[in-house]
């Protein structure tokens, strides 16, 4: 158990929906990674916060979405959900500084599968 | 950009053998950090072991230990004495400034 959660563990929804994606990082972990694996593709990095705010992007999509909480949860907001983001999404934390810099692990959470149907 | 080349889509090792999975990496930094994944059936991802750049030292965790080339931008890991459990797709990575590349992994069959 990597002390990170991810709810729900499945999502199931139709074409055109939004869908919101939750993730509580490690305790003291201010840092929230999330990600995409597709069918057989290898993970694909969307976005980073620290501390409540957005410090890295990745291939994100303008359809999606992000935010941390002042209590360090995240959410991670999918809207007009085609077939393609059908996938697993995973979120990590990390200790991480203010400076983005030191040596850092990443521990993943369990994923949500969002099947797109 | 920074890229990371698995070459290896699938690989099999008899319990108890020795096998080693391959990775290279592209980047034109030179402090950085490497990281060897874990996924199981369960879909987890599991840090398996970790490399500094800086360290000419290869990082070992019990069975587990790696062959860091940074010359030749190489990250081998090698797994002794596999055992059942070890069956899972291995997952590459590199780090720098927080910003995780991944490869695309090699899918690992431990044979009893």
């Known amino acids: 158990d990597s002390g990170v959660t991810q709810t729900p563990k499945h999502l199931i929804t139709a074409t055109g929906q939004r869908v919101t994606l939750r993730c509580s990082p490690r305790s003291g972990d201010l840092s929230v990674y999330w990600y995409q694996q597709s069918l057989d593709q290898g993970l694909q990095f969307l976005i980073q916060y620290y501390n409540g705010e957005e410090r890295a992007k990745g291939n994100i999509l303008e359809r999606f979405s992000a935010q941390q909480f002042p209590d360090l949860h995240s959410e991670l907001n999918l809207s007009s959900l085609e077939l393609g983001d059908s996938a697993l999404y995973f979120c990590?934390?990390?200790?991480?500084?203010?400076?983005?810099?030191?040596?850092?692990?990443?521990?993943f959470g369990p994923g949500t599968r969002l099947t797109v149907l | 950009a920074q890229t990371v080349t698995q070459s290896q889509p699938e690989m099999s090792v008899q319990e108890a053998e020795t096998v080693t999975l391959s990775c290279t990496y592209d980047?034109?930094?030179?402090?950085?950090?490497l990281f060897w994944y874990k996924q199981p059936p369960s879909r987890q991802m599991i840090l398996v072991i970790r490399?500094?750049?800086?360290?000419?030292q290869n990082a070992t965790e019990n069975r587990f230990s790696v062959n860091f080339q940074k010359a030749a931008k190489s990250f081998s890991l090698k797994i002794s004495d596999s055992q059942l459990g070890d069956t899972a797709m291995y997952f590459c990575?590199?780090?720098?400034?927080?910003?995780?590349?991944f490869g695309t992994g090699t899918s690992l069959t431990v044979i009893p």
């Open positions: 990590a934390s990390s200790v991480a500084t203010a400076s983005g810099g030191a040596l850092d692990t990443q521990y």
């Open positions: 490399q500094e750049a800086y360290k000419q």
């Open positions: 980047t034109s930094e030179n402090n950085y950090y």
């Open positions: 990575a590199f780090m720098k400034q927080n910003q995780f590349y």
